[in-house]
């Protein structure tokens, strides 16, 4: 029997401050940036939403659950690394991604000049083709905190199948 499930993930980290010297990671990748973003990882927002939306379709609750902010372990953690320990989670339950949409919220960086370098990051990791990965961004139009570049927003759709 095959099956399908759509998952759905969202995060959000707040920018750090300046003199913190926190570099920005966004899907796996350094991004030229004058800020990072705060968080116990690397504070990757896109692979956190990702990595949610995983989870929620295997039925496997979230990542606060399996990467917890107060466990020492995962300080400093590089995201891709926790990805693909998810995807080993999914492999063991006989799940595979079908395709996954990623979305960065915010007024900057821009997403279009490091996008398919986050697909050639990201897309082996998920055992996907270049083409079953979609990375885009979107603005807020200047309102909310995404909007006055206090932080960013990702959201993350995918799709897996298990037959």
């Given at each position: 029997?095959?099956?399908?499930?759509?998952?759905q993930g969202f995060d959000v980290h707040r920018f750090s401050a300046p003199e913190e010297g926190?570099?920005?990671?966004?899907?796996?990748?350094?991004i030229p940036h004058d800020r990072g973003l705060a968080g116990h990882s690397d504070a990757d927002v896109m692979l956190h939403a990702l990595m949610d939306?995983?989870?929620?379709?295997?039925g496997l609750g979230d990542i606060g659950q399996h990467f917890p902010d107060t466990d020492p372990a995962y300080r400093?953690?590089?995201?891709?690394?926790?990805?693909?320990?998810?995807?080993?989670?999914l492999a063991e339950r006989?799940?595979?991604v079908v395709n996954a949409d990623v979305c960065l919220i915010g007024e900057r960086p821009k997403v279009g000049p490091h996008?398919?370098?986050m697909r050639q990051r990201v897309a082996p990791l998920l055992g996907l083709p270049e083409e079953a990965l979609n990375v885009k961004?979107?603005?807020?139009?200047?309102?909310g905190f995404t909007g006055r570049g206090e932080g960013l927003a990702a959201q993350?759709?995918?799709l897996l199948q298990r037959g």
């Open positions: 029997m095959i099956a399908f499930r759509v998952g926190r570099r920005l990671v966004l899907m796996g990748c350094d939306a995983l989870l929620g379709a295997a400093g953690a590089d995201s891709a690394v926790l990805l693909a320990r998810v995807m080993g989670d006989g799940w595979r996008r398919e370098r961004a979107t603005t807020t139009e200047k309102l993350a759709v995918v």
